[in-house]
């Protein structure tokens, strides 16, 4: 295995560096019995270095007690396979690709691929995966890339590895980083990472609930992958899409996979001395529930008719999510994610009155003048495709309630601030300020009170975010507050949009615009702009 090094090779007065390639051999036991050779990169442009025996035996994920350790110079695509899971039944392909509906040959896709069931003593599902790409004629056993993720369930951590040929101009395996203080990094710090993109450090899906707009599923299969259409590519004889499974089935996975997480997260902010329990890093912990760490992506379930690869012509009438709306998810409770949430069901009703005709979306669309890879009028491949508030998000701060660590009136007297604008509120994320340093759980939970009187010391107007927080806090029921909040909001949006035609329009009208700022200030954030990895072909823009 090669690896970038320093060498001083003269003494006199002049010295000469020279970069070289050796191999590195480190001892993972007193007796020597098993040596790995394995480099680290920090980042894209970041030095090849070895990687420390500190940082080595840190590592305990199934990728690398399978692969990496016991072969650490396999590169083989299939090899690798084989030595994670035998049993060719247990692996799944996964396909995504922001052309995904276009049939026409020549082209690439990304795949991800995950493993089931056991290897020996390790779990394999949902804890390592890898992504790699292939082409129409061909999914290559040798790749030019591959980029993989490993769950060590010991360490509580997940584990970034890829092989490529940086560095090094030979194929080979660098450790590129964990989750450890993923979340804390500044966008310059992210630059070049895995962590650019899985921001909190855990696995990410950005389409994770239905329809998955770019995703092979049951509700738009990318047919030229099926060896039994007439429509396939020539890779579609590939053993791998052999086993092709969509990504309804991907989405459970995820979401086992970034609730493992989570919970072990949450588990390390919590700190036990006999009968006491406190948090003594509440800012961080608590970011979920202010601030927009991630996003995921959603749209309707009927196609807009108006993507530049797609030819469908679908009739039906087009909902809005509910999700676009409000923090429908945690606010509701349930879904597929199955969260204990604050149980206003009111919250996924939104759907049901925000709907439109195709030739409305039709109109919005051509009006607005969004453009999606460059062609005007352009949209998603299903319509209304927008920004929701991140999974990993919900489900964290779900957690927190769940355990009694935070109190479900916080989390209702906080949602309700700019309720109507669920991810990215700068008006909810400056509310972060007043949450205490520190807090007691048990014997009492002082967050509530603590915060009470941070936010009576800043002495804020009545209807500043602020004022409105701590009005909210201290009143008697903090959720029902927010149900009728949202049952006005509910009752607005019915009579506006089943109102005569041009009322309903401009309602209309200044929805959709609202879903194209929302995109746009996604694009615009510094580290949630680095989710759009095509330039011009995942979100449609104006």
């Known amino acids: 295995m090669a690896l970038t090094a320093y060498q001083n090779v003269a003494r006199g007065a002049i010295a000469t560096v020279l970069l070289t390639i050796a191999t590195l051999t480190i001892a993972l036991s007193p007796a020597g019995a098993q040596s790995v050779s394995l480099l680290e990169q920090t980042s894209d442009r970041a030095q090849v270095q070895p990687l420390s025996p500190d940082k080595l035996n840190e590592l305990g994920d199934p990728f690398f007690n399978l692969v990496l350790q016991p072969h650490p110079d396999v590169t083989n695509l299939a090899e690798i396979e084989t030595l994670l899971q035998p049993d060719a039944s247990g692996r799944e392909t996964y396909v995504v690709d922001e052309r995904i509906v276009d049939k026409s040959a020549g082209q690439t896709r990304r795949s991800v691929l995950a493993f089931r069931g056991t290897n020996g003593e390790e779990f394999l599902e949902p804890n390592v995966m890898m992504a790699v790409g292939f082409n129409s004629n061909e999914f290559s056993d040798t790749p030019d890339a591959l980029e993989v993720w490993g769950w060590d369930d010991e360490r509580g951590r997940y584990n970034y590895y890829k092989l490529d040929a940086a560095g090094t101009n030979t194929l080979s395996w660098k ?16 630059q070049g990472t895995c962590m650019a993109c899985h921001v909190n450090g855990a696995p990410i899906m950005k389409e994770l609930f239905f329809p998955w707009n770019n995703w092979h599923s049951f509700q738009s299969e990318a047919t030229y992958l099926r060896a039994e259409q007439r429509d396939r590519w020539p ?15 991907l989405e459970k996975l995820l979401i086992s996979a970034i609730g493992q997480f989570n919970s072990r997260k949450i588990d390390t902010f919590i700190e036990t001395d006999r009968s006491v329990v406190r948090v003594p890093d509440a800012k961080e912990l608590l970011k979920p529930l202010f601030a927009t760490t991630e996003v995921n992506f959603i749209s309707s379930d009927r196609t807009s008719n108006l993507h530049p690869f797609s030819s469908t012509t679908s009739q039906s009438e087009i909902a809005i999510p509910d999700s676009f709306f409000l923090n429908a998810e945690l606010i509701a409770g349930g879904g597929a994610a199955k969260y204990r949430g ?10 049901q009155v925000a709907t ?20 005007r009028p352009g949209d998603a491949h299903f319509a209304w495709f927008v920004p929701e508030a991140s999974h990993i998000d919900n489900d964290a701060v779900d957690r927190l309630m769940a355990k009694g660590i935070v109190p479900r009136e916080f989390v209702a007297a906080a949602i309700a601030i ?36 941070a936010l009576e010391r800043a002495n804020p107007s009545s209807n500043s975010p602020e004022g409105r927080f701590l009005s909210r806090l201290k009143s008697d029921d903090p959720i029902a507050l927010l ?50 990895e095509t330039q011009g072909f995942f979100l449609p823009l104006s």
Do not use: C, M
């Open 418 to 453: 700019d309720l109507e604008n669920p991810i990215l509120s700068p008006d909810r994320q400056r509310l972060l300020a007043f949450v205490p340093d520190e807090f007691q759980v048990k014997p009492t939970n002082t967050l509530i009170p603590e915060t009470i009187a």
């Open 235 to 249: 890779v579609a004889q590939s053993l791998r899409l052999q086993t092709l499974t969509s990504a309804e089935e």
């Open 356 to 375: 439109l005709q195709p030739q409305e979306y039709d109109r919005l669309v051509r009006e607005s003048a969004v453009k999606l890879a460059g062609i």
């Open 175 to 190: 450790f590129r980083g964990s989750s450890v203080g993923a979340s804390a990094l500044t966008p310059r710090a992210r």
């Open 483 to 532: 149900q009728d909040e949202v049952n006005d909001y509910l009752a607005r949006e019915t009579q506006l949009l089943g109102s005569d035609e041009a009322t309903r329009f401009v309602e209309l009208k200044r929805l959709y615009s609202l879903a194209i700022s929302r995109r746009q200030n996604v694009l615009g954030d510094e580290v949630l702009r680095n989710l759009d």
């Open 342 to 351: 604050l149980g206003i069901t009111e919250s996924r009703q939104f759907s």
